[in-house]
């Protein structure tokens, strides 16, 4: 079950540029999570209930790093937080819809992730979340 959005995703070259903007909005990254098995460095920016996630690449073979070459930096995913990334994994497939990875798989603080194909949710990249 979805219980609120939980962050959205900007892909960014550098973390420490685009946080002028947000710093000057009196918002301050929360933490920074290096996440190797996704070649990215994380930046978390505490908003009310929900985050900003600024995305940076660490290696030419992340997928922000193609994102960025394809696209240029810009909104990345949104992400919906999940009481049961599993049962919400298992009811989208079953129901047709595309999803990235064959299983949930873990992500930056801990938790299980999966996402859903642009293609199933209306050209955005959704990823459901699970705090373990
Ligand atoms: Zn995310």
Known sequence: MISKLDHI????????????????LGLNVEEIEEVPQEGVRVAMIRCGESCI??????????PIARFLARKGPGLHHLCLASTDV???????????????????????????VQFVHPKSAGGVLVELSEKD
């Open 86 to 112: 599993r049962s919400d994994d298992t009811a989208l497939r079953n129901a047709g819809f595309r999803l990235l990875r064959q299983e949930p798989t873990r992500g930056a603080g801990g938790c299980w």
């Open 9 to 24: 995703g900007i892909a960014v070259e550098s973390i420490d540029d685009a946080m002028e903007f947000y710093e000057a």
């Open 53 to 62: 996630e600024l995305l940076e690449p660490t290696s030419e073979e992340s």
